[in-house]
T-cell receptor, first 115, second 115 residues
Framework: GAVVSQHPSWVICKSGTSVKIECRSLDFQATTMFWYRQFPKQSLMLMAT?????????EQGVEKDKFLINHASLTLSTLTVTSAHPEDSSFYICSGAGGASYEQYFGPGTRLTVT | AQSVTQLGSHVSVSEGALVLLRCNYSSSVPPYLFWYVQYPNQGLQLLLK??????LVKGINGFEAEFKKSETSFHLTKPSAHMSDAAEYFCAVSDGDFGNEKLTFGTGTRLTIIP
C-alpha cells in the first residue's frame, strides 16, 4: 500500500514557540491531505483538509491562524502550530489521498508536547 | 451529515474466542465504510473497506465485516482472537465518490485479549 511519513515523530517545545510538522506521501501523489488531532484515548478529530496549491479548509472550531497548513506539492503538506501552548499538546496525524481509491493513507503520527 | 456509533468503548475476549466489534452508521447517501486499527503511539492501518459490491468484506489479519444496509451496520468480526489483535479499532464512514472526501470516525473500541 501507499506510504505516508511524518516528521518529526515526537517533538517537545516551549510554550510560545512554533513547531512545524511535515507530512509526505512517499510513493503516490496526494492531491488531498488531511490533518487530524487525537487526544489520549479518544478518536481522531479532523482539523483541516488541504488540496495541493489551494488554501486549506478548516473544520469548525479550529483556529486557522494558530494551525497553519501548507500543501505546497503533491507529496508534501506541513502543519505549523504557532505560539504553542500546553493545551496544544496532542497526537497529530496526517493522511493523504489521491485518485479514486476510496482510501486515505495515514502517517504514523507526531506527538507534540508543549512545556 | 454522517455519524458513526461504536457500541462498547472496551471489549475483552479470550484468546481463541470470537471477536465482534460493533459499528452503526448514519448517512444520507450510500456510504463507504472502513475499519482501521491503531496500535499505541502509531497511526492508523486500514483493516478493510466496503465501497460497492459484495457486502461481506474480508480484510487483513483474518478480520471481516458485513455491510447490512437494513440495519445500517458494519460490524467487524474475527473467528479466533490472537494476542496481537489487542489494539484500538475505529470504524469510519465517507460519502465521497472520489476517495478524497473526509472520513467521520467513531469513538473507537479498545480490544483486550485475555490469555
Amino acid at each position: 500500500g501507499a506510504v505516508v511519513s511524518q516528521h518529526p515523530s515526537w517533538v517537545i517545545c516551549k510554550s510560545g514557540t512554533s513547531v512545524k510538522i511535515e507530512c509526505r506521501s512517499l510513493d503516490f501523489q496526494a492531491t488531498t491531505m488531511f490533518w487530524y488531532r487525537q487526544f489520549p484515548k479518544q478518536s481522531l478529530m479532523l482539523m483541516a483538509t488541504s488540496n495541493e496549491g489551494s488554501k486549506a479548509t478548516y473544520e469548525q472550531g479550529v483556529e486557522k491562524d494558530k494551525f497553519l497548513i501548507n500543501h505546497a506539492s503533491l507529496t508534501l503538506s506541513t502543519l505549523t502550530v504557532t505560539s504553542a501552548h500546553p493545551e496544544d499538546s496532542s497526537f497529530y496525524i496526517c493522511s493523504g489521498a489521491g485518485g479514486a481509491s476510496y482510501e486515505q493513507y495515514f502517517g504514523p503520527g507526531t506527538r507534540l508536547t508543549v512545556t | 451529515a454522517q455519524s458513526v456509533t461504536q457500541l462498547g468503548s472496551h471489549v475483552s475476549v479470550s484468546e481463541g474466542a470470537l471477536v465482534l466489534l460493533r459499528c452503526n452508521y448514519s448517512s444520507s447517501v450510500p456510504p463507504y465504510l472502513f475499519w482501521y486499527v491503531q496500535y499505541p503511539n502509531q497511526g492508523l492501518q486500514l483493516l478493510l473497506k466496503y465501497t460497492t459490491g459484495a457486502t461481506l468484506v474480508k480484510g487483513i489479519n483474518g478480520f471481516e465485516a458485513e455491510f447490512k444496509k437494513s440495519e445500517t451496520s458494519f460490524h467487524l468480526t474475527k473467528p479466533s482472537a490472537h494476542m496481537s489483535d489487542a489494539a484500538e479499532y475505529f470504524c469510519a464512514v465517507s460519502d465521497g465518490d472520489f476517495g478524497n472526501e473526509k472520513l467521520t470516525f467513531g469513538t473507537g473500541t479498545r480490544l483486550t485479549i485475555i490469555p
